[in-house]
């Protein structure tokens, strides 16, 4: 197999060729078709997140097919189409877990964070944890992204309540998919991009959001609910400003800068700031019946699976619309 491998953070990952991993009890293994690239990837790879173990090949946004059965697998076949996602085990006994949150699992193993993950040609991982894609319309590029930018935009959107007006901070991979659900579930979407962001937001626009406009604006009605899908904490204050009374701002990246002090006023009258951490099997069930329901357009980016590092820093950058998935 081949991967690209991240042995020091802050640094460019590094091609290798290893023998193709074995599965061991419980686990397939998959071939890759597509891994998208996520904003967790590059927080990986920056050391945002506390360390884990290296060296570690990255990517948690995986669609490939079957290749092997460990012993004892069952309701999964060979030549198969599975997702495999962020969410790659949990201990299954702790509080969370026994309580229906094993997202918030007191042992969890994160596929490209505490296992190996996508960025390679082929990944084994927890048969109980992939995802059966069955008769989803969608080819592997365009599949690849709903594994985390969708997964992680629909458990944000359920947590922002049914309200009809909803914000969207930072139009990227996640935003432009949940903009089309919520869309297709009779809302109206505010789209709030980097000031001055033209391609981004003529790309909202072209997605059929009802306003848009850069994060320092007002949009011209208070919203019901806002989603922080950008990783900057001051955009928290500039939400809870926007939203109604009772209205509710949901942070929806596993990692943010720091928040500001702002005064009390912005959260009186019941406003609400929550956070959205991780993803469970159900939130992949429910969400991939909407996306059969809704059929969002997916837009990528492909790469090459050895031009992961420019896809990472393309992604820094903001250099394009919706996702950027390797192909090996």
Not at 21 to 29: C, Y
Not at 85 to 109: K, R, S
Not at 227 to 241: R, T, Y
Not at 264 to 287: H, I, K, M
Request: net charge negative.
């Amino acid at each position: 197999m081949r991967a690209m491998v991240l042995h020091q953070t802050r640094r460019p990952l590094v091609l290798e060729t290893r023998p193709d991993p074995e599965p061991g009890p419980g686990e397939i293994r998959v071939r890759v078709a597509a891994c998208a690239v996520c904003r967790t990837d590059l927080h990986v790879v920056d050391g945002d997140l506390p360390p884990g173990p290296l060296p570690i090949v990255p990517g948690h946004e995986i669609v490939g097919h079957i290749e092997a059965l460990g012993a004892g697998v069952c309701g999964l076949a060979l030549g198969e189409r599975v997702g495999v996602p962020w969410l790659g085990h949990t201990c299954g006994t702790c509080p969370y877990c026994a309580g229906g949150m094993e997202n918030l699992c007191d042992a969890p193993v994160f596929t490209g964070y505490g296992r190996d993950g996508g960025f390679a040609s082929h990944v084994v991982c927890d048969a109980a944890f992939a995802v059966p894609l069955g008769d989803l319309a969608l080819d592997d590029v365009a599949a690849a992204p709903l594994m985390c930018a969708g997964l992680i935009g629909w458990r944000s959107l359920v947590r922002a309540g049914p309200g009809r007006r909803l914000g969207l901070y930072g139009f990227g991979a996640a935003a432009h998919i949940i903009a089309q659900v919520a869309k297709g579930q009779g809302r109206e979407v505010y789209a709030f991009t980097r000031p001055g962001d033209v391609e981004a937001q003529r790309f909202a626009r072209s997605l059929g959001c009802d306003w848009v406009g850069g994060s320092d604006e007002r949009p011209p009605e208070p919203l019901d609910a806002a989603i922080l899908f950008a990783p900057v904490g001051e955009l928290v204050p500039a939400a809870l400003g926007v939203v109604r009374k009772g209205g509710r701002v949901v942070c929806g990246g596993i990692h943010m800068s720091d928040i500001p002090a702002f005064p009390y006023a912005l959260l009186w009258q019941e406003r609400e700031v929550v956070s959205v951490a991780n993803l469970t099997r159900a939130d992949a069930r429910d969400f991939l019946a909407a996306a059969r329901t809704h059929r969002p357009h997916v837009a990528t980016v492909t790469y090459p699976l050895e031009a992961a590092n420019e896809a990472l820093e393309d992604l820094r950058a903001g250099r394009f619309s919706g996702a950027a998935v390797l192909v090996p």
